[in-house]
T-cell receptor, first 110, second 114 residues
Framework: KNEVEQSPQNLTAQEGEFITINCSYSVGISALHWLQQHPGGGIVSLFMLSSGKKKHGRLIATINIQEKHSSLHITASHPRDSAVYICAVRGGGGADGLTFGKGTHLIIQP | EAGVTQSPTHLIKTRGQQATLRCSPISGHTSVYWYQQALGLGLQFLLWYDEGEERNRGNFPPRFSGRQFPNYSSELNVNALELEDSALYLC?????????????FGPGTRLLVL
């Protein structure tokens, strides 16, 4: 069973700051997902990675397969980025659903 | 393009009753996943259906069951409800084309067991 650890658990920053959220997992995977959950509960898939780096707007996600580690970066953070960011992995065999980290609660203050 | 839809949005039941939750995937998606987000426990994988078959299930008792219909919509049934089944139940769909497909999440059903 894959163990997914996220850090930090909580992060409060000022608008405009560069944000980094980290995710580590214990067993080889087929893919890693970064998800965003807003207070109402709705979840949005931000990225799905199996190698390298992806960028979408102000969001950047990287993954290092050898080190079993991924990071999510937010540049020029904005209060609307306030949400829970969840890292999730799918096992090497791909025969099951996602295993989730506990999430990072991000608050961006104006 | 319509996203993943779930119904009902909220459901209140009492202990021992049965709950039925429904999910309609994005058009063209054949895989449906069910997840539970209980307070303090984070998201946990429940069930995966693809092409009408149950492909895998998470570490949940048999009273959690479901099915996928020919139109790829899905039902999650929870029998003999217990208080700790109170949670947000999320459904996600994907096109099932490979191990690395993106999953698209629905808005969830909030189940409260009294």
């Amino acid at each position: 069973k894959n163990e997914v650890e996220q850090s930090p658990q909580n992060l409060t920053a000022q608008e405009g700051e560069f944000i980094t959220i980290n995710c580590s997992y214990s067993v080889g995977i087929s893919a890693l997902h970064w998800l965003q959950q807003h207070p109402g509960g709705g979840i949005v898939s931000l990225f799905m990675l199996s190698s390298g780096k992806k960028k979408h707007g102000r969001l950047i996600a990287t993954i290092n397969i050898q080190e079993k580690h991924s990071s999510l970066h937010i540049t020029a953070s904005h209060p609307r980025d306030s949400a829970v960011y969840i890292c999730a992995v799918r096992g090497g065999g791909g025969a099951d659903g996602l295993t989730f980290g506990k999430g990072t609660h991000l608050i961006i203050q104006p | 393009e319509a996203g993943v839809t779930q119904s009902p949005t909220h459901l209140i039941k009492t202990r021992g009753q049965q709950a039925t939750l429904r999910c309609s995937p994005i058009s063209g998606h054949t895989s449906v996943y069910w997840y539970q987000q209980a307070l303090g426990l984070g998201l946990q994988f429940l069930l995966w259906y693809d092409e009408g078959e149950e492909r895998n299930r998470g570490n949940f008792p048999p009273r959690f069951s479901g099915r996928q219909f020919p139109n790829y919509s899905s039902e999650l049934n929870v029998n003999a409800l217990e208080l700790e089944d109170s949670a947000l139940y999320l459904c996600a769909s994907s096109d099932g084309q490979g191990l690395r497909e993106t999953q698209y999440f629905g808005p969830g059903t909030r189940l409260l067991v009294l």
